[in-house]
């Protein structure tokens, strides 16, 4: 029953980790193949709706007290997962990787923002280091939008200018980012 509680806690704190903007530009940790990161948002999105099932027809929550206190718990979690699905894996349109720069132990990523129909494209520049295939830590820099394109070139140690091309009726931006070697 411990575990259950810590499962939930640690689905809690993930939740929160990856949704609130609070911590966008923090570090978090991620898969290099995109497919892998769909089956774990997935994962993380049924595991309340698992934990709610084995907990209405498990022997170890036979105490009333026990199982009306863990579902209490389950519900509401399970109705925020909704939106998050549906946003996340349904209306979510992906990125595509534009263009790289490799310093040392780390890479710069520029990847393609496609939020589908009711935005328009956007350029997110990420910092990343691989820890062990396929698990890397990235962390955001920052986000032109609107843009379609965009090139980077590195100016000197732990420096990197990033342009952004003009796109639509919207002029291009440059910015410089002062980086730090680790993440």
């Known amino acids: 029953m411990l575990l ?7 689905f809690a704190f993930d939740t929160l980790y990856w949704w609130s903007p609070f911590f966008r530009s923090g570090p978090h940790i991620r898969f290099t193949v995109s497919a892998l990161n769909t ?20 022997r170890a929550f036979t105490r ?5 206190l863990f579902i209490g718990a389950l519900v509401p979690v399970m109705f925020v ?6 946003g996340d894996l ?3 349109g992906g990125s595509e990787l534009v263009s790289t720069a490799s310093v040392d132990g780390y890479r710069i990523a520029l990847y393609r923002l496609n939020c589908g129909a009711p935005c328009n ?4 520049v990420d910092q990343e280091r691989t820890l062990i295939f396929p698990v890397e830590i990235a962390r955001n820099l920052y986000v032109f939008d609107p843009a379609a394109e965009a090139r980077c070139e590195i100016i000197g140690k732990d420096e990197l200018r990033v342009t952004s091309l003009p796109y639509n009726e919207y002029p291009g931006e440059t ?4 980086l730090k070697p680790f993440l």
């Open 4 to 10: 259950m509680f810590l499962f939930l806690f640690a």
């Open 39 to 58: 089956i774990f948002h997935l994962l993380i999105l049924l595991f309340p709706w698992m934990a709610f099932s084995l907990a209405l027809n498990s």
């Open 64 to 68: 009333r007290l026990t199982r009306v």
């Open 81 to 86: 997962t909704i939106p998050f699905a549906f």
């Open 90 to 92: 349904l209306l979510g």
């Open 121 to 124: 494209f956007s350029i997110a």
């Open 175 to 178: 910015r410089v980012f002062h």
